[in-house]
């Protein structure tokens, strides 16, 4: 019972180190876009963590989501560096690889300001972040395909990312609708050969284990097939 009572001090040690470390970037009233302070060497974090990194990430990450909101002061994501934001997140990431916190700060605070370059910014840090864990990170890169899709309107860049989840999030765990989601983007392309090939290799595996699933696909697959016939002039079908 002693052994878990020995954190503790090590806790409150960490906990003072990061107010110091704050307090001392913290900046003035008239803060501005480079107000931000850039985030502190990894090493240097390290240290700091006294052992407990899981804890400094932590009270870390309360204090950039609260940064937007200072006293007297309210900075708009949009206005933020978004070089240092990305370089912070990094960090957290880097304290406590297993949070989905700083993915998720990403994606739905950082990336959804009305600024194209800065929501590619924190796609392209979320497409980078999931490849060291995809397993773990899946939820984000399929969360960029649909950002990159409806919100960017960019369909090669939804395709690459889909692609990428299909290739490296590979455990069970992972839900067969992100794994599929190249598929569809294929048939948004105009790739219907490729989608066909794909869709119907997938249902042939015998990977698909829902009935459900495997009769939406199914049907999907027809409709496909049904359109690209279609599309055949009458004088050129068999």
Same mark, same amino acid.
């Given at each position: 019972?002693?052994?878990?009572?020995?954190?503790?001090?090590?806790f409150?040690?960490?906990?003072?180190a990061?107010?110091? @470390?704050?307090?001392a970037?913290?900046?003035?009233?008239?803060?501005?876009?480079?107000?931000?302070p850039?985030?502190?060497?990894?090493?240097?974090?390290?240290?700091?963590?006294?052992?407990?990194?899981?804890a400094?990430?932590?009270?870390?990450?309360? @204090? %950039?989501?609260?940064?937007?909101?200072?006293?007297?002061?309210? !900075?708009?994501?949009?206005?933020?560096?978004?070089?240092?934001?990305?370089?912070?997140?990094?960090?957290?990431?880097?304290? *406590?690889?297993?949070?989905?916190?700083?993915?998720?700060?990403?994606?739905?605070?950082?990336?959804?300001?009305?600024?194209?370059?800065?929501?590619?910014?924190? =796609?392209?840090?979320?497409?980078?972040?999931?490849?060291?864990?995809?397993?773990?990170?899946?939820? @984000?890169?399929a969360?960029?395909?649909?950002?990159?899709?409806?919100? =960017?309107?960019?369909?090669? =860049?939804?395709?690459?990312?889909?692609?990428?989840?299909?290739?490296? $999030?590979?455990?069970?765990?992972v839900?067969? @609708?992100?794994?599929?989601?190249? !598929?569809?983007? %294929? &048939? *948004?392309?105009?790739?219907?050969? $490729?989608?066909? !090939?794909?869709?119907?290799?997938?249902?042939?595996?015998?990977? !698909?284990? *829902? &009935?459900? &699933?495997?009769?939406?696909?199914?049907?999907?697959?027809? $409709?496909?097939?049904?359109?690209?016939?279609?599309?055949?002039?009458?004088?050129?079908?068999?």
């Amino acid at each position: 019972m002693g052994s878990r009572k020995a954190p503790t001090p090590i806790f409150l040690a960490v906990a003072l180190a990061a107010q110091v @470390w704050v307090g001392a970037h913290h900046p003035k009233p008239d803060a501005s876009a480079q107000a931000l302070p850039a985030a502190p060497a990894a090493g240097f974090l390290r240290v700091t963590a006294l052992g407990e990194p899981i804890a400094l990430s932590q009270m870390l990450t309360l @204090w %950039l989501q609260a940064f937007d909101n200072q006293p007297g002061v309210s !900075i708009p994501f949009l206005a933020l560096d978004y070089g240092r934001v990305e370089s912070w997140l990094d960090r957290l990431l880097s304290l *406590d690889p297993r949070t989905q916190y700083p993915m998720m700060m990403a994606a739905h605070f950082y990336g959804q300001v009305p600024d194209t370059t800065k929501q590619r910014q924190m =796609l392209a840090f979320l497409h980078r972040r999931f490849l060291e864990d995809p397993n773990h990170r899946w939820r @984000w890169l399929a969360h960029s395909v649909v950002m990159a899709k409806h919100r =960017l309107k960019d369909l090669p =860049l939804a395709l690459r990312y889909a692609e990428a989840l299909a290739a490296n $999030a590979t455990h069970p765990s992972v839900p067969g @609708w992100a794994r599929q989601m190249r !598929i569809f983007l %294929l &048939e *948004d392309l105009g790739e219907m050969e $490729a989608a066909n !090939i794909l869709l119907g290799g997938l249902l042939a595996s015998g990977e !698909i284990a *829902d &009935e459900h &699933e495997k009769r939406f696909l199914i049907q999907r697959l027809g $409709a496909m097939q049904q359109g690209e016939n279609s599309s055949i002039p009458p004088n050129s079908r068999p």
